[in-house]
């Protein structure tokens, strides 16, 4: 269950956007064992921008409800909790948060294992197999230390001021509002924002679902990363088919301090991968997950002690509940360089 949050940092340069950029791949189809083969996801981002290869949700398909519309929240408020968005947002800063800490908190809480771009790098295939076969998200890191990394300011908001997407489809993460802005005002706002969540805040943007640049795809595609985990490798059985028929997994997210993503589910069947590719003076994310075949334990907990359905991407957790759950949760820092790992085989 990828669950993420950013750590926020404090920022230097004078583009107000990123703690973070990532890239996230979420391209493939794994079709060995569909009906158990789903997982479960929840991100916090502070200070991020990240790109992801998923596939959008738009509607939930039991009740026909659009879940991504346009000037409407995509998740609701826990009633039963009894909390408000901002003290729900409130218990869940990321201030303090290390990985040590989190896995401390509960007996089935376990560090996300990891391995080097470099040093690991021969082996790779193997391990990613082995890994996607067990269900257990991996983490391999120091993509930034490999000879290909980008060194001309590709990933870094300057570039995407002066060559992306001039708009932004964002979430206002108090009040759950979206709505579209201009990117260069998205980047202002949140280079004047606090680090973290404030008492009576009343805004704080996360940017998700955004174009991915065709500069940062030719990247992707000519980069020293395992073919495997590219879109359109010939494991990415969306790329049989028809073209008409074909949906975008290649996208970008951009978020600051203290902004979250509920609990949700990613498609049947799928590899998610997400790469750390720009951050600012450390700036990093914590991702909670779970072992693909918890999954349903991750549903029914969700759906019967915290009164929310994964489904809807209706309820933020907290560290705390995430360590009375009943089911291994892998935490995990996610810093510059790290590439996420997770499937639903």
């Known amino acids: 269950m990828p669950l993420h949050s950013p750590k926020p940092r404090p920022e230097i340069r004078s583009i107000p956007l990123t703690k973070l950029v990532k890239l996230r791949i979420l391209a493939r189809d794994q079709t060995r ?33 659009t879940i991504y519309s346009e000037g409407r929240p995509y998740f609701k408020l826990n009633e ?41 790098y021969d082996r790779l295939d ?11 998200p991996l983490i ?26 001039q708009d932004i489809n964002v979430r206002n993460c108090v009040n759950l509002a979206d709505k579209t802005i201009a990117f260069s005002e998205f980047v202002e706002r949140c280079r004047t924002i606090p680090e973290y969540v404030q008492e009576g805040e009343t805004e704080r943007f996360y940017g998700k679902d955004a174009v991915c ?3 940062w795809k030719g990247w992707l595609m000519e980069s020293n990363i395992p ?29 600051i301090g203290d902004t979250f993503t509920a609990a949700h589910k990613d498609l049947c ?31 029914s907990y969700f759906h019967d002690k915290l009164n929310s359905d994964l489904d809807h991407e209706c309820y933020v957790a907290g560290p705390e509940e995430f360590a009375r759950a009943p089911f291994i949760v892998y935490v995990a820092e ?12």
């Open 227 to 255: 073919s495997m985990l590219k879109p359109g490798s010939s494991e990415d059985v969306l790329e049989l088919l028809p073209e008409s028929e074909r949906v975008e997994t290649l996208m970008c997210y951009h978020g």
């Open 213 to 215: 640049p065709s500069q």
């Open 126 to 136: 193997t391990i990613i197999k082995q890994y996607e076969d067990s269900g257990i």
């Open 140 to 165: 391999i890191e120091d993509w930034n230390k490999t000879p290909n990394w980008p060194t001309d300011g590709l990933f870094s908001p300057e570039w995407l001021l002066d060559h992306g997407e």
């Open 80 to 120: 039963a909790s009894g909390l408000g968005i901002k003290q729900k947002m409130k218990t869940t800063t990321t201030r303090g948060w290390t990985v040590e800490n989190l896995v401390s908190k509960g007996k089935r809480m376990k560090p996300i294992p990891r391995v080097s771009a470099i040093t690991d």
């Open 33 to 65: 064992n569909p009906q158990n083969a789903v997982t479960d996801r929840e991100i916090a981002d502070t200070d991020a921008s990240n790109v992801t290869f998923g596939i959008p949700r738009l509607v939930d398909n039991n009740t026909g409800t």
């Open 269 to 299: 069947a799928s590899s998610g991968h997400n790469l750390m590719c720009n951050t600012e003076r450390g700036g990093s994310a914590f991702w909670f997950m779970t072992q693909s075949n918890d999954a349903p334990h991750a549903v």
């Open 334 to 345: 996610q810093c510059l360089g790290d590439l996420d790992d997770y499937n639903r085989p």
